[in-house]
């Protein structure tokens, strides 16, 4: 299946955005660490969290299938390692090619029973749940900060609590910080204490009601359609200028793209400024902190012909495709070539190339759909292959476009 997406010629909508997924699969691990009662409000209702919700509901001796969600592998992965019982979790063919070994090393140095049921460093894994009696690891702080989270927010239910000493230069901090944060929310003590360790106290979870963000990352595709619109204005509820998600940033980055953003108490609003002569002819940026905005910046960038070198990628090869390869490829449709250095950096020098007019194929992957589709707004004739991958995290994106004046039409 493919859709041919055609853009109004004004944009003024308002859209309730998807809550963050990231928000909710850190939430739903709490929370059952704290064995409370309590409903979390505002759940994200995307593909992600819905098979988190469903394996925290599964039995012991169970096969769970958490299909491509990376998110939910890593976070189970330690869940389950201190939960009663035994299971294998398992996932999609991609999911079964996404190295895990980092976290499953970490959790058996704490005492973690774990086995893999195929090829080693990968799932699907054996689980049967432990009491973890050693509290210290030392972790590079490069690796990926889901396998960092997905440690500490166990730590708690450490007989002796948890100590993370990571070494060398650490990615993805803010994704980090989120997690601390949630756990405090939950009653955790949890912090650094210093620039390189993470202390967590052996103190259990507080059972609380919880609401839950609306999603930052959601928002970008939308500050994009303002960035690459005429006329654009967009109201999303339900973000907070205070926010401790990561990409929240991206409101600040989109200025130099023309679309500034008005906060509000319950809303934001995204618009052209009144003077559209700000855009920049180079961007240059570290992703690190901001991982899942790259598509994004890639494609709005290129389509406002601002020239940009982007680094801080490494992690891009591990997610649901090498993104840095889909990019590449994908773009040149367009007529961009892109320049892949050093495994994490990718720039673009102004080169061009004959637009192919052929459909972008999303390889699995959400964010290829919903960072390629505004690009209607500059090309015609944007078709996407396999456009249901949006419910990976954002389920009603194509029905919120049609609520914006797109014309989204299925082809063979």
């Not at 103190?203 to 970008?220: K, V």
């Not at 359609?225 to 409101?251: C, R």
Request: charge should be negative; charged fraction near 25%.
């Amino acid at each position: 299946m493919k859709i041919r997406i055609t853009p109004p010629e004004r944009i003024n909508a308002t859209i309730q955005l998807p809550a963050s997924k990231s928000i909710s699969n850190r939430a739903l691990i709490i929370n059952a660490l704290s064995k409370g009662e309590h409903q979390l409000k505002n759940l994200s209702d995307c593909d992600d969290t819905q098979v988190m919700v469903r394996a925290l509901q599964a039995q012991s001796g169970e096969t769970i299938d958490i299909m491509a969600a990376g998110t939910a592998m890593r976070f189970l992965t330690a869940y389950f390692s201190v939960t009663p019982g035994d299971r294998i979790i398992t996932g999609t063919e991609r999911m079964q090619q996404r190295p895990i070994k980092v976290l499953v090393d970490a959790l058996r140095e704490l005492g973690a029973n774990i086995d893999y049921v195929a090829n080693e460093g990968f799932p699907p894994l054996r689980i049967q749940g432990t009491t973890l009696t050693k509290s210290h690891i030392t972790l590079p702080g490069n690796i990926s900060s889901q396998y960092i989270s997905a440690l500490l927010m166990i730590g708690p239910s450490l007989e002796n609590g948890l100590n993370i000493t990571l070494t060398g230069d650490i990615i993805s901090r803010p994704y980090i910080d989120l997690t601390l944060q949630l756990m405090k929310d939950f009653g955790a003590k949890a912090g650094w204490l210093n620039e390189h360790e993470i202390q967590v106290e052996p103190q259990p979870y507080s059972p609380i009601p919880y609401l839950i963000e609306s999603d930052w990352s959601a928002a970008s595709y939308w500050y994009e359609i303002v960035s690459l619109s005429e006329d654009a204005t967009v109201t999303l509820p339900g973000l907070f200028s205070k926010s401790h998600q990561g990409d929240s940033k991206g409101a600040d980055y989109f200025f130099i793209l023309d679309a500034m953003t008005k906060y509000n108490e319950k809303d934001i609003i995204v618009q052209k400024p009144r003077k559209s002569d700000l855009v920049a002819e180079h961007m240059t940026h570290n992703f690190t902190n901001q991982p899942d905005l790259v598509q994004t910046f890639v494609v709005t960038c290129a389509l406002r012909n601002v020239r940009f070198r982007f680094s801080g990628l490494q992690s891009l090869k591990i997610k649901e495709t090498d993104r840095i390869a889909a990019l590449i490829k994908e773009m040149r449709k367009l007529g961009y070539v892109l320049h892949e250095a050093e495994g994490s950096i990718l720039y673009w020098d102004g080169e061009r190339c004959e637009r192919s007019h052929e459909a972008i194929d999303t390889y699995e992957d959400h964010r290829m759909a919903m960072a390629f589709a505004p690009a209607c707004l500059v090309l015609p004739d944007i078709c996407i292959n396999n456009p249901n991958v949006v419910t990976k995290s954002y389920p009603r994106y194509w029905e919120d476009l049609k609520a914006a004046g797109f014309t989204i039409k299925e082809e063979e």
